[in-house]
């Protein structure tokens, strides 16, 4: 699934080639990707034809770019395998294209494409109203409740520590609480809590401000290390918008290395390998020496 750098990576793609373009069609192929779309396809396509393409923004995982109709935005989720890419008419459609845009820019035609095999993704429209903690940014409606991430210049460490000293949770559990912070999923919870030493069933009641900071901050380096590789592809499932894979899995620590040597404890002349348990219908790694359970684990 795209978690936070991929989806700004796909958000930095549609900023270079979209914004401040002009729609001139919309051809909706398959209606299940506007299923968030309460008042349906064609209401879809006669409110966004026509429209001039803002900037685009993204919290967590959602991505929207503004619309020239104020206080309107399409909004995207690639959800499981959701896809955008920006192509030349003349290239052959994708398998599972869902949603075409057409667009002009300087007089030169290509196409918005929203690419989807599971269709769990989708777009919508939705209107954009003030942030609750700073109103004078805009934010849709229905990605209010999401939290900030930690690439948010506006995110606050001293805010997510007092909630989680209220929260009677698991600390990977929270960081994977899109209302406490949002964007960070199994693969970047994973490697953030290896970089802070801390197991991921730690009771987040029992912890410091210096390890909450200290989590996040590491949650913070390791998206900005993997924005700057493109993301983490481990099939053909997440591209950019040119279709391009990332190549952050080659620096991944401990996701995906189970019965592997941990890095850190091989630097020492240790031989601990990385540990796999299942957690929340997916898996959770980590090094048993850098990351000991703790006496209060909450599983």
């Known amino acids: ?85 920006i192509s030349d008419p003349d290239i052959a459609d994708p398998k599972h294209l869902k949603i075409r845009i057409t667009i002009s820019k300087n007089d030169r035609i290509q196409e918005l494409r929203f690419v989807d095999q599971r269709i769990f993704g989708g777009l919508y429209l939705d209107t954009l109203i003030p942030a609750e903690d700073h109103p004078e940014q805009l934010i849709p409606a229905t990605v209010a409740h999401i939290g900030r991430d930690p690439l948010d210049s506006l995110f606050d460490t001293e805010t997510v520590f007092r909630t989680l000293r209220k929260k009677k949770s698991s600390l990977k559990r929270a960081l994977l609480d899109q209302s406490v912070s949002s964007g960070i999923g199994n693969i970047y919870a994973d490697e953030a809590l290896f970089r802070a030493r801390l197991h991921y069933a730690r009771p987040t009641e029992t912890l410091t401000r210096k390890e909450v900071s200290r989590v996040y901050s590491a949650a913070e380096q390791v998206m900005r290390l993997a924005l700057a590789q493109g993301g983490t592809s481990f099939d053909a499932l997440y591209v950019n918008v040119n279709g391009e ?14 019965g ?40």
């Open 260 to 299: 592997k040597p941990c890095v850190v404890c091989q630097e020492d002349g240790l031989e601990t390998l990385i540990v796999r348990r299942k957690f929340m219908n997916r898996s959770s790694y980590y090094c048993p020496k850098c990351q000991p359970i703790p006496r209060r684990a909450r599983w």
């Open 1 to 85: 699934m795209p978690e936070l750098p991929e989806v700004e990576v796909v958000r930095r793609g549609v900023q270079q080639w979209a914004s401040h373009a002009r729609v001139t069609d919309v051809e909706v192929l398959d209606d299940r990707s506007l299923r968030r779309h309460a008042q349906g396809p064609e209401d879809f396509i006669a409110r966004l034809a026509g429209q001039r393409l803002g900037e685009s923004y993204r919290r967590g995982k959602y991505l929207w770019i503004a619309l020239d109709e104020g206080y309107l935005a399409l909004v995207i989720h690639l959800g499981m395998s959701g896809q955008v890419l």
């Open 245 to 258: 894979s990332g190549y952050f899995d080659r620096s991944l620590n401990v996701y995906g290395r189970e």
